[in-house]
């Protein structure tokens, strides 16, 4: 039955057209249902989309709203509540660790996002890397919070301890260090308020929340 469906297939498209198609279907796979529930996440809502090529660990500790995807090649492990509609896109970095790390409703990471929780002592009055034993270090953990409608720019670094209130937006390359305020825009390292956020987007919420 293959065969004749390849065969098909292959009279129809030029055979370079096809192995596109096969390649990029392949690149953006995602897990199905039964793939989703081996892996007995703490909880997983509706339609949440994870890919294939995503690496993620203890997800005993991970919980996932409705509608949420996470896209090629990201890392996401530790104690982690993803809520709904959000969407952690290619090569982003998401450590909940032992403090944890709230993502809220309607979030959006952009490509090479970084967030952590936890971070050693770079002053140099203890050692680094986990290869040395605890007794020698002083690593910093904190928990992290990215409120609902948060955007987060490519290439952008939310470290420990950072809330980033309810729809921040952050520009790309930018380093976040300290919390920030509800509907702000940021940018730059460190990154820094420079000016307010419009807020047209929850009246689109309440039209898109009405609709399902």
Same mark, same amino acid.
Request: glycine share 8%; aromatic share 6%; charged share 25%.
């Given at each position: 039955?293959?065969?004749?469906?390849?065969?098909?297939?292959?009279?129809?498209?030029?055979?370079?057209?096809?192995?596109?198609?096969?390649?990029?279907?392949?690149?953006?796979?995602?897990?199905?249902?039964?793939?989703?529930?081996?892996?007995?996440?703490?909880?997983?809502?509706?339609?949440?989309?994870?890919?294939?090529?995503?690496?993620?660990?203890?997800?005993?500790?991970?919980?996932?709203?409705?509608?949420?995807?996470?896209?090629?090649?990201?890392?996401?492990?530790?104690?982690?509540?993803?809520?709904?509609?959000?969407?952690? /896109?290619?090569?982003?970095? !998401?450590?909940? $660790?032992? *403090?944890?790390?709230? &993502?809220? +409703?309607?979030?959006?990471?952009?490509?090479?996002?970084?967030?952590?929780?936890?971070?050693?002592?770079?002053?140099?009055?203890?050692?680094?890397?986990?290869?040395?034993?605890?007794?020698?270090?002083?690593?910093?953990?904190?928990?992290?919070?990215?409120?609902?409608?948060?955007?987060?720019?490519?290439?952008?670094?939310?470290?420990?301890?950072?809330?980033?209130?309810?729809?921040?937006?952050?520009?790309a390359n930018s380093l976040v260090?300290?919390? /920030?305020?509800?509907?702000? !825009?940021?940018? $730059?390292? *460190?990154?820094?308020? &420079?000016? +307010?956020?419009?807020?047209?987007?929850?009246e689109l919420e309440k039209q898109?929340?009405?609709?399902?």
């Open positions: 039955m293959l065969l004749v469906v390849v065969r098909m297939l292959l009279r129809l498209f030029p055979a370079n057209v096809l192995v596109f198609y096969l390649r990029l279907e392949r690149i953006l796979s995602y897990l199905n249902e039964n793939e989703l529930s081996e892996m007995r996440f703490k909880s997983l809502g509706a339609n949440v989309k994870i890919s294939s090529r995503a690496s993620i660990y203890n997800p005993e500790l991970i919980e996932i709203g409705d509608n949420s995807r996470i896209d090629d090649f990201c890392v996401i492990s530790g104690n982690l509540r993803i809520g709904r509609n959000v969407h952690i /896109t290619p090569q982003c970095l !998401v450590a909940g $660790g032992e *403090p944890g790390l709230e &993502i809220e +409703d309607f979030v959006a990471l952009a490509y090479g996002v970084k967030v952590f929780t936890h971070s050693d002592d770079y002053s140099g009055r203890t050692m680094t890397n986990s290869t040395v034993p605890k007794e020698y270090k002083q690593e910093i953990k904190m928990s992290v919070v990215i409120g609902r409608h948060s955007i987060v720019g490519a290439g952008s670094i939310i470290m420990p301890g950072v809330n980033l209130g309810e729809g921040t937006s952050v520009g260090l300290k919390s /920030t305020e509800r509907w702000s !825009v940021v940018v $730059g390292s *460190p990154a820094k308020k &420079i000016k +307010d956020r419009e807020r047209g987007l929850l898109y929340l009405s609709n399902e």
